[in-house]
């Protein structure tokens, strides 16, 4: 749930391609195209997402199950999207690929 004006709104994470932050801003990417922004900081985001998403950069989240690849400092998101990596978290980010390509294939 994310504070809007008005209220409060809630967003299904498989929605989500990836979050960032700047400043004290949240922008969430979502698989329609459309941005949302709200006060906050990752460390609180964080908590309230699952284990799809990853933290490949400081200012980045991104959905594991929208992960299309990445090489080079970056990831690559449907609709061309791309967001940084950090060097030190690629490989990292391999292992959680892996990780969450297997529960996915045990769900079925």
Same mark, same amino acid.
């Given at each position: 749930?994310?504070?809007?004006?008005g209220g409060?709104?809630?967003?299904?994470?498989?929605?989500?391609?990836?979050?960032?932050? =700047? &400043?004290?801003?949240?922008? $969430?990417? !979502? *698989?329609? @195209?459309?941005?949302?922004?709200?006060?906050? #900081?990752?460390? %609180?985001?964080?908590?309230?997402?699952?284990?799809?998403f990853f933290?490949?950069?400081?200012s980045y989240?991104?959905?594991?199950?929208?992960? =299309? &690849?990445?090489?080079?400092? $970056?990831? !690559? *998101?449907? @609709?061309?999207?791309?967001?940084?990596?950090? #060097?030190?978290? %690629?490989?990292?980010?391999?292992?959680?690929?892996?990780?969450?390509?297997?529960?996915?294939?045990?769900?079925?």
């Amino acid at each position: 749930m994310l504070p809007q004006a008005g209220g409060r709104e809630v967003i299904p994470l498989e929605q989500l391609v990836y979050c960032e932050v =700047q &400043g004290r801003r949240l922008y $969430l990417h !979502r *698989l329609d @195209g459309s941005v949302l922004d709200c006060p906050g #900081r990752m460390k %609180e985001l964080e908590g309230q997402l699952d284990g799809r998403f990853f933290k490949c950069h400081r200012s980045y989240l991104v959905n594991l199950d929208h992960l =299309q &690849g990445f090489g080079g400092g $970056l990831a !690559r *998101l449907p @609709g061309g999207g791309q967001v940084p990596v950090s #060097r030190l978290r %690629e490989q990292e980010l391999a292992t959680a690929l892996l990780r969450r390509m297997r529960q996915r294939e045990e769900a079925r």
